[in-house]
């Protein structure tokens, strides 16, 4: 049994500096946990924004392959996001011998066969709590408390940008672009925020989640993606008003009997949902187990410490296996990349629909909007017909079509169809209803 665990940090930003605080606040807790000293020996970084926390026994670089090179280093904790170098840190590390902890969704959803095939030819572990949920501990729930299930289904609202962003359109009736600028202000948003309000992000998340249910790979290649970059405030303000509902970016991934079937849209919430009540940057995430049923998790996705804590936890886990000398457990979906998954297709997806026309108001019209729907064999749920949004087009009128459970496939074909109509005045709006 080893007295001590040394640690080397890849990556000092927000997350990186937020674990090394919270190692350093329960520095007591952890090794007690853990039965042995855990030490940070190294800190890799560009630059050192939080250098009160950095104390004199841990080294600094700028060059990562310092601390792979090191053999004294026993785990090496990956933050820097983005894809490169950090995949090369982590395989190189895998390969030097060291166990690996990382928040990066990003190599783990692109590379995930590459990761894993490395860590089990090399018997060392790699964790990755903080890189699905922020400080929620799904990916936890799903390897060790849920693993006397099959889990069949997964339903999340994973990013807390678009969350925040919804939020804000819902509750104060901000159009996106005002909704977008106050979550940047908030520090939720990005600069450049494509690749959360197009829906990449929780394409990243839900793929690693569904591998981890399906005991293999699912690649983000395979998520239908859809962002809230079109989404109205008219919209959500009906959604509210008449529907009592609200609007939620949803990952879900579901094993139908045609295969896995991966998507990342914008969809209706009812307010009676517990989802509907996860509010700003909160992530929640349902988990439905043959055995166990459905199983929900809540808590923030985002924040340095939320997160932060995340990492920790995975240091926890993984240090004591390492003093304890039973590191060398790759996780179970590694060992099953070898068979072909099954991948079902959207348009066999059934679920309610949410139509807005904008169309002229002329006798007939409606009559056209629903036999296109009945030829598809799409069925109506409810019909209605207000001003909503029309004040620059003043001869047009906007109807609500609210379908009953229908397939992608045939709503696609209705919603194509009606906006070849000459009487149809813009684009019609598709949401899904969960």
Known sequence: MKSHVNLALVGFGTIGSGTLQLLKEHRRDVEARVGAKVRMKWIC????????????????TKNWQDVINDPDVDCVIELMGGTHPALDVVTAALKAGKHVVTANKAILSKHWNDIFGTAERMRKLVYFEAAVGGGVPVVQALNEGLAGNKIHKIVGILNGTTNFILTQMQETGASFDEALKAAQVAGFAEANPTFDIEGIDAAQKISILASLAAGQWLSPDHVTSEGISRLQSTDSRIIQERFNCTIKLLAIAEKTPRGWILRVHPTLVPNAHPFAHAR???????????????????????????????????????????????????????????????????????????????????????????????????????????????????????????????????????????????????????????
């Open 280 to 434: 700003n940057e909160y992530n929640a995430i349902a988990l439905h187990g043959n055995a166990v049923g459905e199983v929900m998790l809540y808590g923030k996705g985002a924040g340095r410490l939320p997160t932060a804590s995340a990492v920790l936890s995975d240091i926890i886990f993984i240090s004591r296996q390492i003093a304890n000398g039973t590191a060398g457990r790759v996780p179970y979906v590694s060992r099953r990349d070898h068979q072909t998954v099954e991948f079902g297709s959207m348009n066999d997806v059934r679920c309610r629909y949410y139509l807005r026309i904008t169309t002229l108001d002329k006798p007939g019209v409606l009559s056209k909007l629903t036999g296109i729907l009945g030829k598809n064999k799409v069925s109506l749920a409810s019909v209605h017909q207000d001003t909503f949004g029309n004040q620059s087009a003043p001869s047009s009128v906007t109807v609500i079509l609210l379908t009953h459970e229908s397939r992608e496939a045939d709503v696609q074909a209705s919603v194509k169809a009606i906006d070849r109509l000459s009487t149809t005045k813009a684009k019609t709006v598709l949401l899904r209803m969960e």
């Open 45 to 60: 970084a560009k630059e050192y924004k939080y250098p009160q926390l950095i104390d004199k026994t841990i080294r600094k």
